[in-house]
């Protein structure tokens, strides 16, 4: 038995030997490599975040403006509040995303090269229309976040942000890549806006 038996055991360990190397290199490859990808992630996105908070403090003045001229919001909240309540828009808060990240999944599919820097020039401007009335207080704004039962009971008839940037994304969607789409969303969205009396931000 031991004889007969030898040989394929033999064979089974060679080729289990021959199998090995590849397990056995490939793995720490890849495990090398992913501490790099996941630092060069990092870089790229501590750039773009300070890149995005350089945008935004040059806005300071337009944002301050708009809380100034809102008698309620003065009252209510006041305008360091105010101006955190802005960066929340901008970077995220309250199960949103925030506006930088949202816009440049948007702008992804706009792969016209011609029209891409008009449609993100549409969405900053977009942007700060809506950020500047979302971020006042929650008794004087007149965008709500969501839609959600609570934000209806006590926001009730305010439009919601959270739908208006699904109605965003669904345009970015079907898109082909001309950004026609994404701006008629865009000019949409502008409408309701007028027609809830926010007026757009100025320089």
């Not at 199998?19 to 490599?33: E, G, H, V």
């Not at 439009?159 to 898109?175: I, N």
Request: charged fraction near 25%.
């Amino acid at each position: 038995m031991a004889a007969r038996w030898g040989p394929r055991e033999s064979g089974r360990r060679r080729r289990t030997k021959r199998s090995m190397p590849i397990s056995r290199y490939r793995a720490p490859q890849i495990l090398r490599a992913l501490p790099i990808a996941f630092a060069i992630f990092l870089i790229a996105r501590a750039c773009c975040l300070a890149d995005d908070a350089a945008t935004l403090d040059s806005w300071k003045d337009s944002f301050r403006g708009v809380w100034q001229a809102d008698h309620c919001e003065g009252e209510w909240q006041s305008w360091n509040k105010y101006w955190g309540q802005v960066h929340d828009f901008y970077f995220g808060a309250r199960g949103y995303a925030g506006w930088f990240l949202d816009s440049q999944k948007i702008l992804v599919h706009v792969t016209d090269p011609s029209t891409n820097a008009a449609v993100a020039a549409q969405l900053t401007s977009l942007g700060r229309r809506i950020g500047g009335e979302w971020a006042k207080q929650d008794d004087c704004r007149k965008v709500r976040t969501s839609d959600t039962w609570m934000e209806r009971a006590t926001e009730g008839g305010k439009p919601a942000l959270l739908a208006w940037q699904d109605q965003l994304d669904k345009a970015a969607a079907a898109d082909s890549g001309n950004g026609a789409l994404i701006g008629a969303a865009v000019k949409s969205i502008n409408s309701q806006l007028d027609t809830i009396g926010v007026a757009p931000l100025t320089e």
